[in-house]
């Protein structure tokens, strides 16, 4: 069974400019999750998405987006890029109601 | 406000010795927790969650709602448990969502 897919797998910007980063789930799976990992402080939850719909949304600034696309795979752009934003963002999915997330290897994002 | 806290970003033990990683929890829900584990070069991946009350390679977490702990244990340490370790609590019920803590860096040395 194929797992939880991220592309690309590393991407470089320029501050301003904009990123967008792509996660296909497993299938089956309804629901997929976006996280920031930056160095040093751990997962933090970004977004959420469920048939479609965002369900739920961490604490980042507006300019970070998403949404999830009828064959439940989903984008993740970051407008306005400032150079806090590299980090590794990591996409899981899972059934709705999740008791076991499964993550990708997630997309290393640079901006310089 | 709802927060997961791991409060050893690294701890590093002998093959062999007991180890113990600590997560504590806030949050006014009934609370579902997690362990994830991330071996070197590969994907974050459930290590055991507490509903199921299971061990996975020798580990066994409790939920203590007194103390709103969770910790990870393990009785004796082996090389390939080295990792980074994070403890997760579900957010929002079943419905709901995972925040994470910081995470562990378990060290385990020959």
């Known amino acids: 069974e194929a797992g939880v897919t991220q592309s690309p797998t590393h991407l470089i910007k320029t501050r301003g400019q904009q990123a967008t980063l792509r996660c296909s789930p497993i299938?089956?799976?309804?629901?997929v999750y976006w996280y920031q990992q930056a160095l040093g402080l751990g997962l933090q939850f970004l977004l959420w998405y469920d048939e479609g719909e965002e369900r739920n949304r961490g604490n980042f600034p507006p300019r970070f987006s998403g949404r999830q696309f009828p064959n439940y795979s989903s984008e993740l752009n970051v407008n306005a890029l400032e150079l806090e934003d590299s980090a590794l963002y990591l996409c899981?999915?899972?059934?709705?109601?999740?008791?076991?997330?499964?993550f990708g290897q997630g997309t290393r994002l640079t901006v310089v | 406000a709802q927060r997961v806290t791991q409060p050893e970003k690294l701890l590093s033990v002998f093959k062999g010795a007991p180890v113990e990683l600590k997560c504590n929890y806030s949050y006014s829900g009934s609370p579902e927790l997690f362990w994830y584990v991330q071996y070197s070069r590969q994907r974050l991946q459930l290590l055991l969650r507490h509903i199921s009350r299971e061990s996975i390679k020798g580990f066994t977490a409790d939920l203590n709602k007194g103390e709103t702990s969770f910790h990870l244990k393990k009785p004796f340490a082996q090389e390939e448990d080295s990792a980074m370790y994070y403890c997760a609590l579900l957010f929002g019920g079943s419905q709901g969502n995972l925040i994470f803590g910081k995470g562990t860096k378990l060290s385990v040395k020959p």
């Open positions: 899981a999915s899972s059934f709705v109601g999740v008791t076991e997330a499964f």
């Open positions: 299938s089956g799976h309804t629901s």
